[in-house]
């Protein structure tokens, strides 16, 4: 097998030494250049596994190369060399079609790792890797619609390089499948796939939980503790609900993402972690930025670029076929037949808006299957709601099964009402427990999770509000 090549790119004499000396030490044949037209010379005179290129150059910038290489050597990854902390510099890289960047001063065991996986997506690509790869997300990505088209061909792109993606949709459009097959395409499949909701993690365990801790840090720290960034080393880490994240957790994130190093808690030195960062929500994270719930400067950071999941609604040509592939799933679990969509239950599906998505489709031919007679599935056993249900208008309960107790009515509140103030906000309260509760179809968690509060805090206020 022949040597594999780099081609470096600086005009500071000793980041070309240090860089020839530490990739030649992994046995890479290094060329090094200091100007964009060396640079191209070099490129027309052979084909390179790998280029690291200076953001500034004498007679240009790093952009120029990344065009030039993406336009005659597309299966080539280009690395940014970046000032420290310049995260703008790094963040406009990344969107022009780097494949990572490396700040100075340069830390030799983060490049090292860099380089190992730069070299394992190159050899994919010129292996067709990345193409034997695309059935597997035809198949768990269900749609033949021309968004769910457009989806699948994004994944691919965002799998080969290693530029944050934000990904934004509804709540069960298929977020983490998304982001799980972003990660199994691309060059750290091998590596750990580590999901994390960040609603569900305690504000005052945060710290430790993402970035580890040492034994006796704190009351209870009774071992060694690895956070989540480390056990996603070398693979990729989802922080899934990342709209959740508090404000002091969100300054910590953004730093662990910038330096690529984490500070477990009672440690004295930070650890080098190689981590992919993918992130997700049901929120418009950017109208959090704008209210102060969301730091800028992170929202920057990982939403590099951004993958728009489409609602059902908008691909109703794809519930038959989501709908067959749940029938199909759900019979290989109980060991049964697939069920058999009637005509008039198909019709009703193909014409309901799917508040829910895909997660709500899977609810309700899975309560279908269970009611059904045999194995067809009927109108009736749908229990689809013919509208929004009102406070005292939940979806009917099955047969056999009693109603759920109506909330009773309330009248308006207003500021001036005789109950005085303390009435007047638990009304504003009922109010919005109430639509939660309908917009979420009576499921307490959803619910509470739509308030942005506990589900213990829900449950204290509808028994504090005589909400049934």
């Known amino acids: 097998m022949s040597q594999q090549t780099v081609l470096?790119?600086?005009?500071?004499?000793?980041?070309?030494?240090?860089?020839?000396?530490?990739?030649?030490?992994?046995?890479?044949?290094?060329?090094?250049?200091?100007?964009?037209?060396?640079?191209?010379?070099?490129?027309?005179?052979?084909?390179?596994?790998?280029?690291?290129?200076?953001?500034?150059?004498?007679?240009?910038?790093?952009?120029?190369?990344?065009?030039?290489?993406?336009?005659?050597?597309?299966?080539?990854?280009?690395?940014?060399?970046?000032?420290?902390?310049?995260?703008?510099?790094?963040?406009?890289?990344?969107?022009?079609?780097?494949?990572?960047?490396?700040?100075?001063?340069?830390d030799i065991q983060m490049l090292r790792q860099l380089v190992r996986t730069a070299l394992r997506l190159a050899e994919e690509k010129r292996a067709g890797g990345g193409a034997a790869k695309a059935p597997n997300a035809a198949d768990r990505l269900i749609g033949d619609s021309p968004a769910m088209q457009q989806v699948r061909a994004t994944i691919g792109k965002l799998a080969r390089n290693q530029a944050p993606v934000y990904i934004a949709g509804e709540s069960g459009v298929g977020k983490e499948l998304v982001a799980r097959l972003i990660h199994e395409q691309g060059p750290r499949a091998a590596g750990p796939f580590v999901p994390v909701n960040c609603g569900a993690i305690p504000s005052e365990l945060m710290e430790s939980e993402f970035f580890g801790h040492r034994k006796g840090s704190f009351t209870g720290a009774v071992s060694d503790k690895e956070g989540l960034f480390q056990a996603a080393n070398g693979g990729t880490l989802f922080l899934d609900e990342v709209a959740e994240l508090p404000l002091h957790m969100q300054v910590k994130l953004l730093r662990a993402i910038q330096e690529k190093a984490v500070r477990p808690i009672g440690a004295r030195e930070e650890i080098p972690v190689d981590v992919r960062i993918l992130s997700a929500t049901h929120k418009n994270l950017a109208a959090l930025v704008?209210?102060?719930?969301?730091?800028?400067?992170?929202?920057?950071?990982?939403?590099?670029?951004?993958?728009?999941?489409?609602?059902?609604?908008?691909?109703?040509?794809?519930?038959?076929?989501?709908?067959?592939?749940?029938l199909r799933q759900l019979a290989a679990k109980s060991g049964g037949n697939p069920g058999r969509l009637l005509p008039a239950a198909q019709q009703a599906l193909d014409s309901y808006d799917f508040p829910g998505n895909v997660r709500e489709l899977e609810n309700i031919l899975e309560r279908a299957m269970a009611m059904c007679e045999g194995e067809q599935i009927d109108l009736a056993d749908l229990m689809l709601p013919q509208r929004l249900p009102r406070a005292a208008d939940a979806t009917p309960p099955p047969p056999g099964m009693a109603a759920p107790s109506p909330a009773p009515a309330q009248p308006a509140a207003a500021p001036t009402a005789d109950g005085g103030l303390d009435d007047y906000i638990s009304n504003i309260e009922r109010t919005a427990i109430i639509k939660a509760l309908e917009e979420s179809r009576y499921n307490k968690t959803a619910a509470a999770k739509k308030l942005g509060i506990t589900f213990r805090a829900l449950r204290y206020k509808l028994k504090k509000l005589g909400i049934d």
Request: with cysteine.
């Open 8 to 106: 470096v790119i600086d005009d500071e004499r000793d980041i070309r030494e240090l860089l020839t000396i530490t990739l030649g030490r992994m046995d890479l044949q290094v060329d090094a250049v200091g100007t964009v037209a060396d640079a191209r010379r070099a490129l027309e005179e052979r084909t390179y596994d790998l280029c690291f290129t200076d953001m500034r150059l004498p007679d240009g910038n790093g952009h120029e190369v990344i065009e030039l290489i993406a336009a005659k050597h597309p299966d080539t990854p280009v690395a940014m060399i970046t000032a420290y902390g310049n995260v703008d510099a790094a963040v406009s890289a990344l969107k022009a079609g780097a494949f990572d960047f490396v700040s100075k001063p340069v």
């Open 290 to 326: 704008e209210q102060g719930q969301f730091r800028q400067d992170l929202f920057y950071r990982i939403n590099v670029i951004e993958l728009r999941v489409p609602p059902l609604r908008e691909r109703r040509g794809d519930v038959p076929l989501l709908a067959s592939y749940i």
